[in-house]
């Protein structure tokens, strides 16, 4: 058997086209509570549902925002919030185009035998979980697997385990409806040079088909998320150009043409930074890929968002004009048209960086 075709097969298929269309792409809305309470933190805004609701009607409700989005991740308190004057927010997603999506995994744990390496929760009772999302219209979902460089790690008990589970979580997303985003995220953190984070995104991608493979997962009802070969934190910077060309080679070593759209995960660069160099490879590489380039972005795009806002009501025109800009900026981005012209708000510019982040 080729791959495992359930009775969602068109359907999954036709929802990750669409979600890599170029032009648009992912809001991942997805922070945990305790993770969006560290972001209304830095604003000095209380980590309770009705500031948490106010953010993201923020966001979805932002004129003209959504046609810059294929789809937006939502955390489980989300998709069954409504707006303030009642609508659920999965209405608002739809009425704009926009897919909804969901996060499913439980989080990390460290993998006995390992020094600190992590495997990620989740699987008990997935496929329950998954019928109930696409119950309530989620029509896509994100499992989060994380990877570490070192001069000893990735270990290959590492890659494997985080590859196989990602192929169990996609296998069964595929059979309750879902389009699984496969996220195998190596971490930036390190001192290491671009060509080390080259060689560690072609092992990992390499065993995560290899997993999907084995579990008979249909690629063209999948997504990739994964993060642009970059130097590490504490590594010197290279050019935008340098970094498509060493992330578009290790992708197209490793990922095959039957997968309709790799959505980039920002891995804590700037907004500015991400959208920079997510241009570069829809530019420079504009005729000499198989699948479409977007993003599936957080903080690349909230974060001069959440400084304009500020949590008070007064802000929220300002806030919403930020959030247009990033969702426009990104959108040209991934046409390669992007001129770098945006308004940059406050936070712009600064790295986004977090250590060993969780979310």
């Known amino acids: 058997m080729s791959c495992f075709k359930s ?12 979600i890599g269309t170029p032009g648009k792409g992912i809001l991942a809305a997805d922070e945990s509570t305790g993770t969006i309470g560290k972001r209304l933190a830095s604003i000095n805004v209380e980590n309770v549902e009705s500031n948490r609701r106010a953010l993201r009607e923020l966001l979805f409700c932002t004129p003209g925002a959504l046609r810059y989005l294929s789809g937006v991740i939502l955390f489980e308190e989300t998709l069954y919030q409504n707006t303030a004057s009642g609508k659920p927010f999965v209405e608002v997603m739809k009425e704009g185009g926009v897919l909804p999506g969901i996060k499913v995994d439980a989080g ?63 296998a069964i997303c595929q059979e309750n409806g879902l389009v699984p985003i496969v996220e195998p995220e190596i971490l930036v953190d390190g001192p290491h040079d671009i060509n ?45 150009e340098v970094i498509a060309e060493y992330t578009v080679r290790a992708l197209l070593r490793t990922v095959p043409p039957a997968v309709p759209a ?38 690349a795009l909230q974060q ?4 304009a806002w500020a949590g008070k009501d007064k802000n929220i025109e300002k806030a919403q004009s930020a959030f247009l800009t990033r969702c426009k900026a990104n959108s040209e981005a991934t046409l390669g048209t992007y001129k770098g012209d945006a308004q940059l708000g406050e936070g712009a510019s600064e790295s986004l960086h977090v250590k060993d982040y969780k979310y």
């Open 108 to 170: 990390t744990i460290v993998l006995p035998g390992t020094t600190g390496e992590t495997t990620t929760q989740g699987l008990d009772n997935l496929g329950q979980r998954c019928a109930k999302y696409y119950e309530a219209g989620a029509r896509f979902a994100k499992w989060r697997a994380v990877l570490k460089i070192s001069s000893n790690e990735p270990s290959e008990l590492a890659i494997h385990e985080n590859a196989y589970g990602l192929a169990r979580y996609a």
């Open 262 to 299: 790799i959505v980039f995960l920002s891995g804590g660069q700037s907004e500015e930074e991400a959208t920079v160099n997510l241009n570069a490879m829809n530019k420079l590489f504009k005729d000499k890929k198989p699948w479409s380039l977007t993003f599936s972005f957080g903080r």
């Open 304 to 307: 001069s968002t959440l400084k």
């Open 196 to 240: 080390k984070c080259a060689e560690v995104t072609e092992r990992v991608l390499a065993a995560c088909y290899k997993a999907l493979n084995d579990h008979h997962v249909m690629l063209e009802g999948t997504l990739l998320k994964p993060n642009m070969v970059t130097p590490g934190s504490d590594a010197p910077r290279v050019a935008p």
């Open 7 to 18: 009775k969602y097969a068109d359907e999954l298929a036709a929802n990750a086209k669409y």
